[in-house]
C-alpha cells in the first residue's frame, strides 16, 4: 500500500476526489479520439446519476435518455427491483462460479427464456457475457451443428465485433484494418430470394443469420413475405435459421421477441443487452435440441463450449429479477403502445416537413430517415453536407436534440442520413410528445438558411473533409 492509499475504499470519495476529470483521464488512457469527437459534437459531459429515462450532468442539467445504453435499459436505468435482486445476492454469499456444479440460478434463468422464447424449436440456453460472444458462439454451433462451413449474413448487418462476428458484419468500414477474417462468411440480400434459394441449394451453407429489425438503420423488408420464405428456404434445404434479437429482444419492438412479428421460429435466437436490465454483462443463446445435440456430442465434449463467466451469480439474479420486471410491469405491451404513439407522431411531422424521408421501425426501435429537399433554398446547404460526408446532417440533428433540447440521440450508422430511437419502455405519452416535438422544433430550425442546424453541419463538414471521424458509433 502506498502512503496515500486510504484504509478502506469509499466510492462516494472516489467520485468526490476526482470529479470532472474523466474526459481527461479517457483522454489520456482510454480512447483519445472518441474523447475528441465527443468534444466536437458537444457530448463531452461527466454524468452523475442515472434514474428511469434520465441522466444528470455534472453541471446540472437533466438529460432524457433516447438511447438507453445502445438498448440495454428498456426498463429504464438503475430500475429497483433489479438493484435489489443484486443487493440481496451479494449479501447472501451466493456459492458463485463453482464451475464443476449445476448452478440452480442459471437453470431457473434458461427455465424462464425459453418458457417466453418464440416458437417451439428453441430448448437449450447457452449464457454469454455479451452480444458479440452470443454470435461468436452461434457460428461455431452451427458449424459443428450441421458440418457445413457457410454463413450468410444480411448486408449492412451488424453482429458485434469480435473476429467471429465481425466476419458477418455488413458494413466494410468495421473490419477495414483488421486483416482476413473467417472463411466461409458471405453477405447477401435477402430480398433477392432466388439468388439465396440457389446459393441454400448447394447444401453446404451451415447457417443464415438475420437480425430481424437491422440496428443499423433500423430497417426491414417491406414485403413481409421475405422473412418467412427465407425461413421456408432454410427448412427445405438442411440450413439453420439464426435471429439476433441483441437489440430487438425483450421487448424493444413491442413483441418480446422482433422475430414474432412475422411469425418466425428460428433455430438459434441470441440475446443479451436487457436481459440484466442493464446493470451485469450478459448474453444468451437459445437453442433447439438438434443443434444442441450436434455440438455437446459426446462425454468428453460437454464442455467443448464454455465461458468462466458465463453464468456467473449476478448477470443470473439481474436476468431473473429483469424478467420479472418486464413480466410484472407490462413493459412488452407498454414498448407497442408508446412506440405507436411515438410512430404517429413522427408521421404527422413528415407531412410538414419536406427533409423527412421516411420514419421506420416498431415499438420503440424507431428510425428517422432525411433525405434532399425539394426547394431550392436549402439544396445548396444539403449538397455541401453531403458532398463532405453523407450522415452528417443526421449528425446535425442528433447534436441540435442534445444542446437545445437535452435528448440523447444518435445517428443510425456510418453515413447513413438516420436518426434512431431507442427510449427506454417506461417513457411516458408526455415524453414521447417531448422528443416529437422537439424534432419538429429541430426541423423547423433546417428550414431557415442559414440557421443554426447548418452552420452544426458546415462545423462538421468542415472536420470531417480534414479526418474521418463521424458515424463512428459502435453499437
Ligand atoms: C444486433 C446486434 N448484435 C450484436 C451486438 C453486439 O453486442 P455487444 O456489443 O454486447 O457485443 C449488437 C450490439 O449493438 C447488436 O445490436
Not at 442459471?106 to 449464457?127: C, D, K, M, T, Y
Not at 452470443?134 to 451488424?158: H, N, Y
Not at 440450413?239 to 441483441?246: K, S
Request: net charge neutral; with cysteine.
Amino acid at each position: 500500500m502506498t502512503a496515500n492509499t486510504p484504509m478502506t475504499f469509499d466510492l462516494k470519495n472516489v467520485l468526490n476526489q476526482y470529479q470532472g476529470q474523466a474526459q481527461a483521464l479517457h483522454e489520456k488512457y482510454v480512447n483519445t479520439v472518441f474523447a475528441h469527437v465527443l468534444d466536437m459534437i458537444g457530448f463531452a459531459h461527466e454524468y452523475t446519476e442515472g434514474k428511469g429515462c434520465y441522466l444528470t450532468t455534472r453541471d446540472g442539467r437533466t438529460i432524457f435518455d433516447g438511447l438507453s445504453g445502445y438498448g440495454v435499459f428498456g426498463m429504464g436505468r438503475n430500475h429497483p427491483t433489479v438493484i435489489q435482486a443484486i443487493e440481496q445476492a451479494l449479501a447472501l454469499d451466493l456459492p458463485n462460479l463453482v464451475q464443476m456444479d449445476t448452478f440452480l440460478l442459471s437453470g431457473l434463468l434458461a427455465e424462464r427464456l425459453i418458457r417466453i422464447a418464440p416458437g417451439n424449436r428453441l430448448q437449450h440456453v447457452f449464457f454469454t457475457n455479451s452480444g458479440t460472444e452470443a454470435a461468436e458462439g452461434a457460428i461455431k454451433f452451427a458449424r459443428a451443428a450441421t458440418g457445413r462451413p457457410r454463413i450468410l449474413f444480411s448486408q449492412g448487418a451488424f453482429h458485434g465485433l469480435t473476429t467471429g462476428a465481425l466476419a458477418l458484419n455488413g458494413d466494410a468500414s468495421f473490419r477495414e484494418g483488421f486483416g482476413d477474417l473467417l472463411p466461409g462468411t458471405e453477405a447477401v440480400d435477402w430480398t433477392q430470394l432466388e439468388a439465396l434459394e440457389y446459393e441454400l441449394k448447394k447444401k453446404n451453407v451451415a447457417a443464415v443469420v438475420l437480425e430481424p429489425i437491422r440496428g443499423k438503420g433500423v430497417y426491414y423488408p417491406p414485403d413481409d413475405r421475405v422473412y418467412p420464405t427465407l425461413q421456408r428456404l432454410c427448412r427445405e434445404n438442411g440450413t439453420l435459421f439464426i435471429v439476433d434479437e441483441i437489440q430487438s429482444g425483450l421487448g424493444r419492438t413491442g413483441r418480446w421477441w422482433a422475430c414474432q412479428h412475422w411469425d418466425l421460429e428460428p433455430d438459434i435466437l441470441l440475446c443479451a443487452k436487457a436481459l440484466s436490465g442493464g446493470l451485469v454483462p450478459i448474453g444468451a443463446i437459445l437453442y433447439s435440441d438438434a443443434v444442441y445435440r450436434g455440438v455437446f456430442s459426446r462425454l468428453d465434449r460437454c464442455v467443448v463450449h464454455s465461458s468462466t463467466f458465463g453464468q456467473n451469480a449476478l448477470a443470473m439474479v439481474a436476468g431473473l429479477a429483469a424478467l420479472h420486471v418486464l413480466e410484472e410491469e407490462n413493459l412488452v405491451e407498454r414498448s407497442a403502445r408508446q412506440g405507436d404513439r411515438l410512430l404517429a407522431g413522427l408521421r404527422e411531422l413528415q407531412k410538414r416537413h419536406e427533409l423527412l424521408h421516411e420514419i421506420r421501425g416498431k415499438g420503440l426501435m424507431v428510425g428517422v430517415e432525411f433525405g434532399p429537399p425539394k426547394s431550392l433554398r436549402l439544396k445548396p446547404a444539403w449538397t455541401l453536407l453531403h458532398t463532405a460526408q453523407n450522415g452528417l446532417f443526421a449528425q446535425a440533428v442528433v447534436m441540435r436534440l442534445y444542446q437545445t433540447h437535452h435528448i440523447l440521440t444518435q445517428v443510425a450508422g456510418h453515413h447513413q442520413e438516420v436518426v434512431k430511437f431507442l427510449p427506454p419502455f417506461i417513457i411516458t405519452d408526455e415524453e414521447v410528445d417531448r422528443l416529437v416535438s422537439a424534432l419538429d422544433e429541430v426541423l423547423q430550425e433546417c428550414s431557415r438558411f442559414p440557421g443554426p442546424v447548418w452552420s452544426v453541419g458546415k462545423q462538421l463538414a468542415g472536420a470531417a473533409v480534414r479526418q474521418h471521424l463521424f458515424g463512428r458509433e459502435s453499437s
